[in-house]
Nanobody
């Protein structure tokens, strides 16, 4: 059984910084792309950033230059460092991973971690 678990998050003032992390555990053969998504109240879930196994990254335009996604393949872990946070970025942040178990690739989501940015 595979688990994807986020940690970090919390409350921060506008302009502040916060870091979240995500670890995948279980009988994992390999992990392909991993990423962070967020969902604000009343809005659709949106992509924030992704990172490949080789370390290539993509970001939604609104976070470029402020957020940094990184990855530790040995620990099956990704991180998201968020700087200069804005109140409109208050959301539940979800981790996503493409994981190979025996012979099939499957997508897994974490339960989410709340990030609240106060104005």
């Amino acid at each position: 059984q595979v688990q994807v678990q986020e940690s970090g998050g919390g409350l921060v003032q506008a302009g502040g910084s916060l870091s979240v992390s995500c670890v995948a555990s279980g009988k994992i053969f390999s992990i392909n792309d991993m990423g962070w998504y967020r969902q604000a109240p009343g809005k659709q879930r949106e992509l924030v950033a992704t990172i490949t196994k080789a370390g290539s990254t993509t970001y939604v335009d609104s976070v470029k230059g402020r957020f940094t996604i990184s990855r530790d393949n040995a620990k099956n872990t990704i991180y998201l460092q968020m700087n200069s946070l804005k109140p409109e970025e208050t959301a539940v942040y979800y981790c996503h991973a493409e994981i190979l178990l025996a012979i099939n690739w499957s997508e897994y989501w974490g339960q989410g971690t709340q990030v609240t940015v106060s104005s």
